[in-house]
C-alpha cells in the first residue's frame, strides 16, 4: 500500500478517543489548525488531538489544559505543537512544544505522569513545575523555571535546573552548567530578545546555520529509525482488516467479529501510537524548516542585496541546500496533504 494512503488510513482511524488538550482561555486573534488541515479560530472549550496547532498572531494569547495534567499560556506570535507519546508503563505523556515564539507552563500533577516540553530543537522533562520558554527564529531556547525543577534532556549531558534559574541554548552547541543564569521573575521582552537573536545570526550566520542544520539532521535520523517500524505497523493493520470480509465469508459473523476485537482493534492501537510518536518528529522537522530555516534564509536573501558577491552567503545557501535536501527525501513521504497543501 502506498505510505501517503497508509498515513492517511491511520489518521482516519478513530481508534483511540485522542483528546489531548482543551482550550480554556482565548483573547485576540488565535486559530487551530487541525491533524486533518481544518484551520478555525480557536474558542472555549476547543477539544485538541496530538498533531494540532495553535497558532496565535500579533495581539493573540491562549490557554490551554493538558488532559494529563498541567496548563500552558501561548504567548503572542506562537506556533504552538501539541502532541503525546507513551510512558513506560504505557501511560499517556504530553508533549508540546513551540517551533517559535513563547509559552509558560504549570504542572502539579502526581509524579509519573510528567510531561515533555521545550521547542523543535530542545526537550526537558518537568516535575511539579511552573516554567517559561521562550523559541527565537534562529532557534535558541531559553527556559525559565518558576518553581520545582526541569531537567534538560541533551545528547551529551543533562542540565537540571531549579527555581530562578534559566538557560539559553543555542542550537547544535548544546545545554551545559555554564549556560545557567539566575533571572528575575519579570517575563523578558520577546521582540528584544528575539532582535538580537536575529541581529547576531546576521552578523555570522554560517555558525548558526550548521547549528539549526545538527538539530534537523537529528530530527531526520530520528525518523530514519521509526519509520520501519511505523510501515511495518500500518501494514499490518490494513492487512488484518483487509481479511475481515474473508473471515466472514469462510467462517461467518461471530468469527469476524472476534477478529476485528482481538486482532485488528490492537493492531491498529499498536500503529496508531507508533505513527503518533513519529507525527510528532516529523512535525517538529516540518516547523524547523517552515518557521526557523525559511525566516533566516529570507533575512539571509535580504542582506544578500547589499553584498551580492558574499562567500558567506554563498556558502550559507549551499548547506542550507544540502540539509534540505535530505529533508525532502525522508520527511516529506511523511506529509499529508494539509502539511502542505500547493505541493499535493
Do not use: C
Not at 174 to 194: M, T
Not at 201 to 210: H, I
Not at 218 to 242: C, F, G, K, T
Request: aromatic share 8%; no cysteine.
Amino acid at each position: 500500500m502506498n505510505r501517503l494512503v497508509l498515513v492517511l488510513f491511520v489518521l482516519a482511524a478513530a481508534l483511540l478517543p485522542a483528546q489531548d488538550a482543551t482550550v480554556v482561555y482565548v483573547a485576540g486573534d488565535v486559530d487551530v489548525r487541525t491533524e486533518s488541515g481544518l484551520t478555525f479560530p480557536a474558542d472555549f472549550g476547543d477539544e485538541l488531538d496530538s498533531g494540532d496547532r495553535v497558532i496565535t498572531k500579533r495581539i493573540g494569547e491562549a490557554e490551554l489544559e493538558l488532559t494529563t495534567g498541567g496548563t500552558v499560556n501561548v504567548g503572542r506570535d506562537t506556533v504552538f505543537i501539541i502532541g503525546s507519546t507513551t510512558g513506560a508503563g504505557g501511560e499517556p505523556v504530553s508533549r508540546v512544544a513551540a517551533a517559535v515564539g513563547s509559552f509558560s507552563f504549570r504542572f502539579s500533577a502526581a509524579v509519573g505522569n510528567e510531561p515533555r516540553m521545550g521547542s523543535t530543537t530542545s526537550v526537558a522533562g518537568v516535575r511539579g513545575t511552573e516554567v517559561r520558554v521562550y523559541v527565537g527564529s534562529d532557534g535558541t531556547t531559553r527556559y525559565e523555571v518558576l518553581e520545582g525543577l526541569i531537567e534538560i534532556e541533551d545528547a551529551a549531558r543533562r542540565v537540571t535546573l531549579g527555581p530562578e534559574q534559566g538557560i539559553e541554548i543555542t542550537p547544535g552547541e548544546g545545554a551545559g552548567p555554564q549556560n545557567v543564569f539566575a533571572f528575575l521573575e519579570r517575563p523578558i521582552d520577546y521582540g528584544v530578545w528575539n532582535a538580537g537573536l536575529v541581529e547576531g545570526f546576521l552578523a555570522d550566520p554560517l555558525p548558526s546555520l550548521r547549528g539549526i542544520a545538527a538539530e534537523m539532521q537529528d530530527l531526520l535520523d530520528d525518523i530514519r529509525r521509526r519509520a520501519p517500524q511505523v510501515e511495518a505497523l500500518l501494514a499490518r493493520s490494513a492487512e488484518e482488516s483487509a481479511r475481515l470480509d474473508e473471515i466472514e465469508e469462510a467462517d461467518g459473523l461471530e468469527a469476524r467479529q472476534e477478529h476485528f476485537r482481538g486482532t485488528v482493534m490492537p493492531a491498529r492501537r499498536a500503529a496508531r501510537a507508533a505513527f503518533v510518536d513519529l507525527r510528532f518528529v516529523v512535525l517538529s522537522a516540518l516547523s524547523l524548516d517552515q518557521h526557523i530555516f525559511s525566516r533566516l534564509a529570507a533575512e539571509v536573501e535580504a542582506q544578500s542585496f547589499f553584498e551580492p558577491e558574499s562567500r558567506v552567503i554563498d556558502e550559507f545557501r549551499s548547506d542550507l541546500a544540502a540539509i534540505r535536501s535530505q529533508y525532502e527525501s525522508v520527511v516529506v513521504p511523511w506529509l499529508v496533504p494539509s502539511d502542505l497543501p500547493w505541493r499535493f
